[in-house]
T-cell receptor
Framework: AQSVTQPDIHITVSEGASLELRCNYS??????LFWYVQSPGQGLQLLLK??????LVQGIKGFEAEFKRSQSSFNLRKPSVHWSDAAEYFC?????????????FGGGTRLMVKP | EAGVAQSPRYKIIEKRQSVAFWCNPI?????LYWYQQILGQGPKLLIQ????????DSQLPKDRFSAERLKGVDSTLKIQPAKLEDSAVYLC??????????FGQGTRLTVV
C-alpha cells in the first residue's frame, strides 16, 4: 500500500531564512508527487508537481522540490521564507497512470514564520 | 476559470442527525473526489467518481455515508446518522484528463 510520511509536524523559521520540508513516500513504482499548501479555513492549493523528467521541479510562490528516487523523497524547499508562507503543507502521491488519480496525503507540516 | 464550489461552508449538527454537502466541480472535469480531513491530519479519500460512476469507495463508511453524482456533474455527500467522530472538513476536488486535482474550500462539519 502506498503511504506518505512527513516527519516534521511543526517547523518554525525566521522570515528570510531558508526552508526545507521533508517528505518520504512508499510506493511500488514511480508515483506522481505533489505538494499542496493549505491556509486556515481554505482548501488545498497546488504548489508543484512531479510527473517525469527533470527531478528538480519549480512551483509557485518561489517553491521548488527535488525527487530523489534512491531515497524515496520529495522534499520542498524555498530559499527565503516570507511571513505569508505560514500555512500547512501537504505532500501527496498518486499512481502515475493518470494525473487526476486519487491521492494519498501525508499528515502535513505546519509552518510558522517568526518576524 | 471558476473553481470547485462547495456548500455549505460550515455546518453544526447534533449526533444522530443527518447532513448533506454539495459540490460543483470545475466545468468539464470528469473526475470528482470527496476527501475527509480530520483536524491535524491530512485529507483521506472517501470516494472517487468518473463521470457518474464510482471508481473507488473502499474507504467510505457505507453504513452511514453515501454519495452520488447522478448527472456526472454535481455531487452530494450525505451522512446519516452522524457521529461525533465525523467532525471534520469535507473537501471536494475535481480533475480533468491529465490534470491534477483542484480542491474546493471545504465544508467544516461539527457534530455535537
Amino acid at each position: 500500500a502506498q503511504s506518505v510520511t512527513q516527519p516534521d509536524i511543526h517547523i518554525t523559521v525566521s522570515e528570510g531564512a531558508s526552508l526545507e520540508l521533508r517528505c518520504n513516500y512508499s510506493y511500488g513504482a514511480t508515483p506522481y508527487l505533489f505538494w499542496y499548501v493549505q491556509s486556515p479555513g481554505q482548501g488545498l492549493q497546488l504548489l508543484l508537481k512531479y510527473f517525469s523528467g527533470d527531478t528538480l521541479v519549480q512551483g509557485i510562490k518561489g517553491f521548488e522540490a527535488e525527487f530523489k528516487r534512491s531515497q524515496s523523497s520529495f522534499n520542498l524547499r524555498k530559499p527565503s521564507v516570507h511571513w505569508s508562507d505560514a500555512a500547512e503543507y501537504f505532500c501527496a502521491v498518486g499512481p502515475n497512470n493518470n494525473a487526476g488519480n486519487m491521492l494519498t496525503f501525508g499528515g502535513g507540516t505546519r509552518l510558522m514564520v517568526k518576524p | 476559470e471558476a473553481g470547485v464550489a462547495q456548500s455549505p461552508r460550515y455546518k453544526i449538527i447534533e449526533k444522530r442527525q443527518s447532513v448533506a454537502f454539495w459540490c460543483n466541480p470545475i466545468s468539464g472535469h470528469a473526475t470528482l473526489y470527496w476527501y475527509q480531513q480530520i483536524l491535524g491530519q491530512g485529507p483521506k479519500l472517501l470516494i472517487q467518481f468518473q463521470n457518474n460512476g464510482v471508481v473507488d469507495d473502499s474507504q467510505l463508511p457505507k453504513d452511514r455515508f453515501s454519495a452520488e453524482r447522478l448527472k456526472g456533474v454535481d455531487s452530494t455527500l450525505k451522512i446519516q446518522p452522524a457521529k461525533l467522530e465525523d467532525s471534520a472538513v469535507y473537501l471536494c476536488a475535481s480533475a480533468g484528463l491529465g490534470t491534477e486535482a483542484f480542491f474546493g474550500q471545504g465544508t467544516r462539519l461539527t457534530v455535537v
